[in-house]
């Protein structure tokens, strides 16, 4: 088994040959390629980052403690976009539709991938005690931290209903397309909420993982809200920035939880006899 | 008095085992002067009881900053009302 160190230079060159590779095809207009080929590629670092994060989530007891719930909610829900985006490839190679059908199967992983997050916030806001800080906060920072999923709700409602229209759609689409936005604006308040609380974490050695995983939230909720903002739009492309976007809000999920990983096993950390080197 | 911070101890511990795991039982095993058997949930402290408590606080707090010592401090509770001010391990006021 692959150290944690090395999974994580696995993931973060991953990322950046990735990275590469789009604004390489982009800026020599290699649209075949970011249509046909990239689209389905860059899934392989949610792939990657949900199996490597549910070894890490193992290591912090899995779903016996808070923080290996919150990684292994947050593992899983990369492996569900992947299932998520399998599926629409399956449509698009095999079936070969015009038009990707909504809702599918797809949304299994997609939507499913939306609850996972949110259960993977609220286990990272249990880790890090914040609802018994919100009771011990002063009155404007209360008042402050409750603007925050108001503000959220309105720029998620701004964006994904302005021109919604619901005629011609099943009660299934008009169900998912309330449901999505306003599980992605859940996450993305949490994540906020816990950045009121990372003062609190100066000192600690997992302080940069968790804000490492708080912008992995926040570029999520910016991914998600670009595609129904260009999908409404009708500019969405395959291969576009949008994707670029997803793969970074994938790539920051994925090294996110891998920061939470031990340098080596869990043995290696118990046989140290030198306090404060457990985990660094 | 030792099994006042014993049991201290095995709060602070059973605690952060909630948050962060097996994690929780390794830390503690780190503190010097501390043994943990975790099967029977006890806890043997060899040198300065109140400062080996201090020792554990410090290092859970290595993981999480303030944060963990909150937990710590909520673990305690009613177990700190027991130990006057000056028995009470720094890291716990």
């Not at chain 1, 016996?64 to 990684?71: C, F």
């Not at chain 1, 599926?87 to 809702?103: C, F, G, M, Q, S």
């Not at chain 1, 976007?245 to 290696?268: D, K, R």
């Not at chain 2, 300065?48 to 707090?61: H, N, S």
Request: proline letters at 3%; hydrophobic letters at 50%; aromatic letters at 10%.
């Amino acid at each position: 088994m692959l150290v944690n160190r090395k999974r994580k230079i696995l993931l973060l060159m991953l990322s950046v040959v990735l990275i590469l590779t789009w604004l390489i095809s982009e800026a020599t207009n290699q649209d075949w390629f970011l249509q046909e080929v990239y689209t389905n590629i860059y899934g392989v670092i949610a792939l990657l980052g949900g199996v490597m994060g549910l070894v890490v989530a193992r290591q912090w007891g899995g779903f016996k403690s808070h923080l290996g719930k919150s990684l292994s909610f947050l593992s899983v829900g990369l492996l569900l976009t992947v299932l998520g985006q399998l599926i629409n490839a399956y449509y698009i190679l095999i079936v070969k539709v015009e038009e990707l059908p909504y809702p599918s199967f797809a949304e299994i992983g997609f939507f499913g991938a939306v609850i996972f997050y949110v259960l993977g916030a609220i286990y990272l806001s249990k880790t890090i005690r914040l609802i018994p800080s919100l009771k011990q906060m002063g009155a404007g920072k209360k008042i402050m931290l409750s603007l925050v999923p108001i503000l959220m709700l309105a720029i998620t409602f701004v964006v994904y209903f302005r021109n919604y229209d619901s005629d011609g759609s099943t009660t299934a689409q008009i169900i998912l397309d309330f449901a999505y936005p306003i599980g992605q604006s859940i996450f993305a308040t949490i994540a906020l909420a816990v950045l009121f609380r990372s003062k609190d974490l100066y000192g600690g050695k997992l302080r940069g993982a968790v804000i490492l995983l708080l912008l992995s939230f926040v570029l999520q909720y910016i991914s998600d809200t670009n595609f129904v903002y260009q999908d409404l739009a009708g500019n969405w492309v395959n291969g576009g920035y949008g994707d670029l976007l997803y793969l970074l809000a994938y790539s920051a999920t994925a090294l996110g939880v891998q920061s939470f990983g031990f340098p080596n096993t869990v043995q290696q950390v118990t046989s140290s006899v030198e306090p404060q080197k457990a985990i660094e | 008095m030792i099994e006042d911070y014993a049991k201290i101890v095995v709060a602070i511990v059973k605690e952060q085992e909630t948050v962060i795991g097996p994690v929780a039982i390794d830390q503690a095993r780190l503190v010097p002067g501390l043994t943990l058997d975790w099967e029977k949930k006890e806890a043997t402290l060899k040198q300065d009881p109140k400062q080996t408590v201090d020792k554990l606080v410090e290092q859970y707090k290595s993981l999480f900053g303030q944060i963990s010592v909150e937990v710590c401090k909520e673990a305690v509770g009613r177990l700190a009302g027991q130990l006057s001010p000056e028995q009470l391990p720094a890291s716990l006021r």
